[in-house]
């Protein structure tokens, strides 16, 4: 008895009704970027656990429960949870550092982690990322807000909430840790195993927990704003400045301190109320250490990571536009045996120049196939039977309209094709133009 295989619990299958809209934002994402001057990187699946560990934070979620390691032999790797520990990986591995800075790189790439599959937030979920490497001041902090907020402007996102913070530097997060210790030290009986362990090595993440006993308790928690250094205070300051210049609307959320330990000074979430309660769209910030600690030369950076499938799943839900999907521009349909290597030559003809044609591959009968054709919505439909062959030419019909025009089965079809194809798709541009005249 056969067995019924389902996918993994926690993923997705993105099948071709669907792709068109993922085409739609990654291309909005590419052609930003690369607007800002990034340029795209690639990176493996799977990294070395000790990549993990050493900048993602052991006292994370990510890295306590979350992350899908495998042994093979005398190997331990893990599948990726985030793209910035690889793509810095890459950058110091290969380099890059030496070239002129900033770099300046983005990705697409899929992510791992073991958590409770919802909408939005899946085992399996794909990233549009960039890192920018060697700029320390305010503005390439503004610069890569900048560059999220018009991805999403692109997009046709509405009711998008930018919420800004700062979690200051090494110096004065130890004298905040201190607050937080003073401060949850007394109620430490009632906070949930994993922030015990957090109480002690980085309490900063007591602020992150999603426990609502533990959110109640940090409601009231001391907030970084009130222990910044001169220097941090002074950047953010600088940040909102520029922000506001840019016209970048902004909320100060001192509660944000976003999931991973590698990050200092700014920290920023794109949040929307559209697709439940997991609404951080994209989300990012500073991390100055992390190339440091990551063994190469003290070396500023920062980016974001931006949830494709959020990001989709609010366009849906905005009634944002995808881009249309490619459909057939023509379907050939041979009626016997004789036409068939005629068919397949035009066809090949004009997939050359970039149409899309189809022509039966089943031994379906006419009647069959106009059927087919109009599934698939064919723009134009050509038959091609004996008497085509004997006078070389053919009856192109419109689908839409069901006009019909005999077009020469010859070195002239491609060109004569070309011109009817082009005259339909500015057909209706030119009939709102002509009302427009009237």
């Known amino acids: 008895m056969a067995i019924k295989i389902t996918r993994p619990q926690g993923t997705e299958d993105v099948t071709p009704k669907q792709i068109y809209k993922w085409h739609t934002v990654e291309r909005i994402a590419r052609e930003t970027a690369e607007n800002f001057g990034f340029h795209e990187t690639r990176i493996p699946t799977f990294e070395s656990t000790d990549l993990f560990l050493r900048s993602v934070g052991e006292t994370t979620d990510v890295v306590q429960k979350e992350m899908y390691t495998v042994?093979?032999?005398?190997?331990?790797?893990?599948?990726?949870?985030?793209?910035?520990?690889?793509?810095?990986?890459?950058?110091?591995?290969?380099g890059l550092l030496n070239d002129a800075l900033p770099q300046k790189v983005y990705y697409i790439l899929s992510c791992f982690r073991h958590e409770r599959p919802q909408a939005g937030r899946l085992r399996e979920f794909h990233q549009f990322g960039i890192e920018m490497a060697g700029s320390q001041g305010p503005?390439?902090?503004?610069?890569?807000?900048?560059?999220?907020?018009?991805?999403?402007?692109?997009?046709?996102?509405?009711?998008?909430?930018?919420?800004i913070n700062s979690i200051g530097c090494p110096t004065c997060r130890a004298e905040y840790h201190k607050a937080l210790r003073a401060y949850f030290e007394p109620?430490?009986?009632?906070?949930?195993?994993?922030?015990?362990?957090?109480?002690?090595?980085?309490?900063?993440?007591?602020?992150?927990?999603?426990?609502?006993?533990?959110?109640?308790?940090?409601?009231?928690?001391p907030i970084i704003l009130d222990y910044l250094c001169d220097d941090c205070r002074t950047h953010f300051e600088k940040l909102q400045e520029y922000l506001k210049a840019l016209n970048i609307d902004f909320t100060i959320?001192?509660?944000?301190?976003?999931?991973?330990?590698?990050?200092?000074?700014?920290?920023?979430?794109?949040?929307?109320?559209?697709?439940?309660?997991?609404?951080?769209?994209c989300g990012g910030g500073r991390y100055d250490g992390l190339i440091e600690q990551m063994g190469g030369k003290p070396t500023p950076a920062m980016g974001f990571a931006m949830g494709l499938e959020r990001l989709i799943l609010t366009m849906e839900s905005q009634g944002c536009d995808f881009e249309e999907p490619k459909s057939c521009d023509l379907y050939i349909a041979p009626m016997d045996e004789s036409a068939v290597p005629l068919t397949?030559?035009?066809?090949?003809?004009?997939?050359?120049?970039?149409?899309?044609?189809?022509?039966?591959?089943?031994q379906r009968g006419l009647k069959a196939q106009m059927k087919y054709a109009n599934k698939i919505g064919a723009s134009f439909v050509m038959v091609l039977g004996g008497n085509e062959l004997a006078e070389k030419k053919a009856k192109l019909k419109n689908m839409e309209t069901g006009e019909q025009t005999e077009i020469a089965l010859d070195e002239t079809f491609e060109e004569?094709?070309?011109?009817?194809?082009?005259?339909?798709?500015?057909?209706?541009?030119?009939?709102?133009?002509e009302k427009e005249c009237q």
Do not use: W
């Not at 997009?155 to 919420?163: D, F, H, R, T, Y």
């Not at 430490?188 to 959110?215: F, G, H, V």
């Not at 004569?416 to 133009?433: G, L, N, P, R, S």
């Open 187 to 221: 109620k430490k009986d009632e906070l949930c195993e994993t922030c015990l362990t957090r109480l002690e090595k980085n309490p900063m993440r007591i602020l992150d927990c999603k426990s609502p006993i533990c959110a109640g308790i940090a409601k009231d928690a």
């Open 139 to 163: 503005t390439s902090d503004a610069e890569i807000i900048a560059l999220a907020k018009t991805i999403l402007d692109r997009a046709g996102l509405k009711n998008i909430v930018l919420n």
């Open 416 to 433: 004569k094709f070309d011109d009817i194809a082009v005259q339909y798709m500015f057909h209706d541009i030119v009939e709102d133009f």
């Open 344 to 362: 397949m030559q035009l066809g090949q003809q004009l997939r050359t120049s970039g149409y899309q044609v189809e022509y039966d591959v089943m």
């Open 71 to 94: 042994k093979a032999k005398e190997t331990e790797f893990t599948l990726r949870p985030e793209g910035t520990a690889g793509t810095i990986r890459s950058i110091l591995q290969n």
């Open 253 to 281: 959320n001192p509660k944000i301190v976003r999931g991973l330990d590698y990050y200092t000074k700014t920290v920023f979430e794109f949040v929307t109320t559209d697709i439940g309660a997991q609404g951080t769209v």
